[in-house]
């Protein structure tokens, strides 16, 4: 009840108090997520952030007076209280939190927004905007470097350009950087999203008409990196605009020249997945391998510019690994760069795998499973090309008798 502070304040909640009025639901602070389900730690994740955006710039402990559930489901609430600390101030509130799994219907992606061009960042200005309407899923992917002489702010916004209405839209993101190792935060910044788009973790924000909300800011020094990928999806309103901009007084537009000899990918991307269904059959497909990130190119809706790497581009693969004779067979999982140092994120069956940095033509071992005999091993491979790293990658599935026979 923060609203009613100092002694005036408290006079008149214990005026309230004796007539026997309550102020608990007009103080239950309501946040909005997406989970298959949410898991407890994630749910402590989202009130605190919801805590720090709403007393920005206050040193606060959150205690929770009311035990968070292991797992929230689809279409699931929970409501408790929660005691801040204000630990400079030696002040503490009361506040009921209700957080509700917002269940809604899954569509395939779109686009792809890809910003990367300039990789190097000269002068302040808006790196990117573009918009998406409603019932759309969009992926956004950026991956820049501060080419100036001074550290610079970044932010990374949405937008609600919507005519006259609020706007809700789910988030999905994974963020990294700033750090002066590009590959890593490449990595860094699609395994964070792969990982929540796995188990489908993402915010609700509203956005009132014309109202932002900044996604990412900070500063990054000269040489440092910055990077995010993130999946948006507008449940209600129009059009939301998505915004890279560095520095904080220019509005003009920074355009980065296509250079065929040195491709930095830019532009939006139609229908950003390749999924195949494969049947390999032990001792007559395998060993077997699929490449990643490799030809034919996505091209820009517009320009046609390629994006040489396909990164961004959600590869899955679901395959059913028969085994027609009377012996177990193991099979092992290999990543194997082909053109430079590259690292990768992989969801195997239920497995989350993050792969170290691997130089070209060295292999990395990524798992193994045991197909018995007459089964037919149902599997699927979810992975995507990363900002930093050199693609195309391999990946081989060899196979080979149990150690008993």
Request: aromatic share 14%; with cysteine.
């Amino acid at each position: 009840m923060e609203k009613y502070k100092g002694i005036l304040g408290k006079v008149f909640l214990l005026l309230l108090f004796l007539l026997g009025v309550s102020l608990a639901e007009e103080y239950c602070f309501e946040i909005k997520l997406t989970g298959d389900p949410i898991p407890e730690w994630r749910l402590q994740e989202a009130i605190k952030e919801f805590l720090g955006e709403r007393y920005k710039g206050e040193k606060v402990r959150v205690i929770f007076e009311d035990s968070l559930p292991m797992f929230l489901g689809r279409g699931e609430e929970w409501e408790g209280k929660i005691k801040v600390n204000f630990i400079e101030k030696e002040e503490e509130i009361s506040l009921l939190v209700k957080v509700i799994n917002i269940p809604y219907l899954k569509q395939k992606c779109k686009f792809l927004y890809l910003s990367n061009r300039p990789e190097l960042v000269e002068k302040e200005g808006i790196l990117w905007e573009s918009a998406f309407k409603a019932n759309e899923v969009v992926r956004f992917l950026y991956y820049h470097k501060n080419g100036m002489k001074k550290k610079e702010k970044f932010k990374v916004y949405i937008q609600n350009n919507s005519s006259d209405n609020n706007a809700e839209v789910i988030v999905i993101s994974g963020f990294a950087g700033p750090s002066l190792d590009g590959l890593f935060v490449g990595h860094k910044a699609s395994m964070r999203f792969l990982s929540n788009l796995q188990r489908d973790l993402g915010t609700v924000y509203s956005l009132p008409w014309g109202c932002r909300k900044v996604l990412a800011e900070g500063y990054f020094n000269p040489g440092e990196i910055i990077s995010g990928f993130m999946q948006f999806y507008l449940l209600k309103g129009e059009e939301v605009k998505i915004l890279i901009k560095i520095g904080d007084t220019v509005e003009e537009k920074v355009v980065g020249e296509f250079n065929p000899f040195f491709i930095h990918p830019a532009g939006a991307f139609l229908t950003p997945e390749e999924e195949k269904d494969c049947l390999l059959t032990i001792n007559k497909d395998l060993p077997w391998s699929f490449l990643i990130g490799a030809p034919p190119w996505w091209e820009d809706i517009g320009s046609k510019e390629p994006n040489y790497g396909n990164y961004g581009i959600l590869y899955e693969r679901n395959l059913i690994l028969y085994n027609p004779s009377q012996y177990p067979y193991k099979l092992n999982f290999y990543f194997i760069p082909q053109r430079g140092v590259a690292c990768g994120s992989f969801i195997i069956g239920d497995s989350f795998i993050e792969t170290p940095f691997i130089k070209a033509g060295k292999r990395c071992f990524l798992r193994e499973v045991t197909v018995e005999p007459a089964q037919k091993y149902k599997l699927r491979i979810l992975t995507v090309p990363e900002a930093g790293s050199f693609y195309p990658v391999l990946i081989l599935i060899n196979n080979q008798l149990t150690a008993e026979h």
